[in-house]
């Protein structure tokens, strides 16, 4: 799929994974996006195209390929730990995210012909849509249709939790 496609399906696969985890509203947005743009970035970097087909780089859409979601969760915190820096997300939650994010990449790539990666020679590939096809428009249209009505759950969520809250305030 085009990158578009991975980035807003992983935001909305981590976004959801890290809300169920317990993390605040602004940490899901902030790390799932993060995460999202900076493993599918890293991922599809090793894409070329040779004819009508992807091809795709074993380092990273394969099981190999688990380096890129743990360079993306661990390496910003070791830095920022290093450096003195406070880290406000601990190391679980951006692992949680960096795998979401990597886990969903792969998941979008085995529908296309290309598939992925199992062993440096056997590729897999559960259905055979084009990367750049009508498969890739309706599944970048539902991502952001998704990415759209969880947030709007989760801020309207919040407004009804202020609204109560308020009344509970004001009513005493
Ligand atoms: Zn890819």
């Known amino acids: 799929m085009k990158l ?3 980035i807003v399906f992983s935001f909305v696969v981590g976004y959801g994974l890290l809300r169920l985890l317990g993390a605040g509203i602004r940490c899901g947005v902030v790390v ?14 090793g894409h070329a195209v040779r004819g009508r087909l992807r091809v795709r780089s074993y380092l ?3 099981p190999a390929g ?20 406070g880290v406000s ?9 960096g795998f979401a994010s990597f886990a969903s990449h792969l998941a979008l790539d085995m529908l296309t012909e290309s598939g992925v990666y199992l062993t440096p020679r056997k590729r897999v590939a559960l259905a055979h849509f084009r990367y750049d096809g009508l498969a890739d428009t309706v ?3 539902v991502s952001v249709i998704l990415a759209a009505l969880i947030m709007g759950a989760d801020v309207l969520g919040n407004v009804r939790g202020v609204i109560t809250w ?6 005493g």
Request: glycine share 6%.
């Open 32 to 45: 799932s996006v993060a995460t999202s743009v900076a493993v599918n970035l890293i991922v599809d970097a």
């Open 89 to 97: 997300v601990g190391p679980a939650l951006l692992l949680a995210a």
């Open 60 to 62: 990273t859409h394969s």
């Open 4 to 6: 578009r496609t991975h």
């Open 66 to 85: 688990i380096w890129v979601p743990l360079l993306v969760s661990l390496l910003p915190y070791v830095l920022a730990r290093w450096t003195g820096l």
């Open 166 to 171: 308020l009344w509970g305030v004001v009513g």
């Open 139 to 141: 599944f970048f249209a």
